[in-house]
């Protein structure tokens, strides 16, 4: 189960990357209201917990394009749950959005680790 200090720590981190990419896009003139299809990855410890994730994110209109064994950098097994959703960047880097997407994973003891999307 993760700490609430666990999960502010994660959110805190989620933060700092999201300004810094919030303001990588201003500089290259994106515009931040803009829609695109948008990635969030997640990391869970085994497959049940991974298969429980993904339905939470189907319930919340994401759909989920990949759930498959995986390692982390420093080697730790698990699953790769990845699941898109059409929105602006500035919500995907929303603090809010952050924090409700850490809040789900931690709840099936899983980590949210993140968004990406393809821009141009």
Do not use: C
């Amino acid at each position: 189960m993760f700490t609430e200090e666990k999960i502010q720590k994660r959110l805190d981190g989620h933060i700092k990357r999201n300004w810094e990419i919030l303001k990588h896009l201003r500089e290259k003139g994106l515009g931040l209201n803009s829609a695109f299809m948008t990635e969030h990855h997640f990391f869970a410890p085994r497959q049940l917990e991974a298969g429980k994730l993904a339905i939470a994110l189907e319930k919340k209109s994401f759909n989920v394009i990949e759930m498959e064994p995986a390692e982390t950098k420093d080697g730790h097994e698990g699953w790769a749950v990845i699941a898109e959703v059409e929105m602006t960047l500035e919500a995907a880097a929303d603090p809010a959005t952050a924090d409700e997407l850490t809040r789900l994973a931690a709840t099936f003891e899983s980590i949210y680790d993140g968004w990406g999307a393809e821009v141009e």
